[in-house]
């Protein structure tokens, strides 16, 4: 039978809540959303489960973390859908705050990143993202007042940012990166992947082939510069804008140019169409 989690509208009735957990014993995970939840989204709640005895999830798409041209307008938004994937796992709560409520009027602090929110990334285009990231996700650790919180591995270098970040700022929430959870043909789950037209969506694939292809001839001991103009060929022949294909050290988003500089992490960020896609692969 399934229970519909508790919704908080009001940061004052989320800490009630997170008390009232407190005072039982018991310890509380996050996982922060901008809703549109897929089984990606889900697998995050599930991780959760092995640190804490109840698990918030919050749903808010974030506008400071939206350039003018990006899609914050039509970002998906599924909310009573959400409610009901979260109810069938029994997820605890839901914190599904307003703008207004997270940006009252006369708010005017901000969070800028720097370290890993500066790798030449995601930053090189979408330069202010990572400090609407970084706001938000400081003002929701702040919220919850959670033990851990839960993000997933999928957008990597945000996972990065949020670590540096909580660590900087003495925020004690423990954070946890989560593997990306994959379609079975490999394509990383996204919800940005509805906006992909049937074809698009075949061809989508072909970022994660890359990177898996990639990774395993730079285990192999192929060159990783030759190993990546190969990948970038290959993404570009399918039709792709390619943003970046890069290797990376996994713990200091710094370039990643053999073994020597590793453990070495793939990422990868393109437009099929209409729709920006990411993902990246350890190697």
Known sequence: MTQQPLIFREISALRRAVGQWRAAGETVALVPTMGALHAGHISLVEASRAHATRCVVSIFVNPTQFAPNEDFSAYPRTFEADLAKLAEIGCDGCFAPTAAEMYPQGFSTQVIPGGPALAGLEDRFRPDHFAGVAQVVAKLLNQAQADCAFFGEKDFQQLAVIRRMAADLDIPTQIHGVPTLREPDGLAMSSRNVYLSGEERATAVTLSRAL???????????????????????????????????????????????????????LVAAKLGKTRLIDNWAV
Do not use: Q
């Open 212 to 266: 898996r292809e990639s990774a395993e001839a730079i285990r192999g001991g192929a060159a990783v510069a030759s190993v990546l103009s190969r990948a970038e060929e290959k993404i570009t022949a399918a039709g792709f804008a390619l943003d970046y294909f890069e290797a990376r050290n996994a713990a200091s988003l710094a370039p990643a140019a053999s073994h020597a500089d590793g453990p070495i992490r793939l």
